[in-house]
T-cell receptor
Framework: GAVVSQHPSWVICKSGTSVKIECRSL??????MFWYRQFPKQSLMLMAT?????????EQGVEKDKFLINHASLTLSTLTVTSAHPEDSSFYIC????????????FGPGTRLLVL | QKEVEQNSGPLSVPEGAIASLNCTYS??????FFWYRQYSGKSPELIMF????GDKEDGRFTAQLNKASQYVSLLIRDSQPSDSATYLC??????????FGTGTRLLVSP
């Protein structure tokens, strides 16, 4: 149990375009989903926390207008990188947790974004 | 002081040995502690978690908590080359979020 998927796994886009990443909990209802970013050889950086049906809470320094998060259902959250630039190229990873294990986060496989 | 600290390593052990990974945390009120494994280029994978009420063993892995000294350890018995990865320690802060350490890189040589 506790499987989280992400789509797409890889995306290459031109500078200025928007990219949407989906995160789904496949076998449980995710009360909370988290979005992280990881640059090469660096640690995970939490970007935002989202609860189903409410607005996401962004970490300090993360632009909410640039990284749009929608948590429309208990199994789906989306992250949209708007007007992407090369510096947004990174490994984006979501995690989810449900009511059965309210403290444990299960990670998706990640999405590698390359902005040209 | 960082909330969760880990030695970045690499920690090198020979195959079959016990690998001991540690992390220290600053919030004395923390109640749950997690170990994740992250292979290069992949996302973190949960290994195990413990609560403040005791240690836990799962196969070759044992997680131990020393509340007085505020550190958590992960022991890997009979280390295998496939255990070579970065191990992330995470602590529940009580504000929904997990605080992650920067990870310890483990290298198990055949």
């Amino acid at each position: 149990g506790a499987v989280v998927s992400q789509h797409p796994s890889w995306v290459i886009c031109k500078s200025g375009t928007s990219v949407k990443i989906e995160c789904r909990s496949l076998d449980f209802q995710a009360t909370t989903m988290f979005w992280y970013r990881q640059f090469p050889k660096q640690s995970l950086m939490l970007m935002a926390t989202s609860n189903e049906g409410s607005k996401a809470t962004y970490e300090q320094g993360v632009e909410k207008d640039k990284f749009l998060i929608n948590h429309a259902s208990l199994t789906l959250s989306t992250l949209t990188v708007t007007s992407a630039h090369p510096e947004d190229s990174s490994f984006y990873i979501c995690s989810a947790r449900g009511w059965r294990e309210p403290e444990t986060q299960y990670f998706g496989p990640g999405t590698r974004l390359l902005v040209l | 002081q960082k909330e969760v600290e880990q030695n970045s390593g690499p920690l090198s052990v020979p195959e079959g040995a016990i690998a001991s990974l540690n992390c220290t945390y600053s919030d004395r009120g923390s109640q749950s502690f997690f170990w994740y494994r992250q292979y290069s280029g992949k996302s973190p994978e949960l290994i195990m978690f413990i609560y403040s009420n005791g240690d836990k063993e799962d196969g070759r892995f044992t997680a131990q908590l020393n509340k007085a000294s505020q550190y958590v350890s992960l022991l890997i018995r009979d280390s295998q080359p496939s255990d070579s990865a970065t191990y992330l320690c995470a602590v529940n802060t009580g504000f929904q979020k997990l605080v992650f350490g920067t990870g310890t890189r483990l290298l198990v040589s055949p």
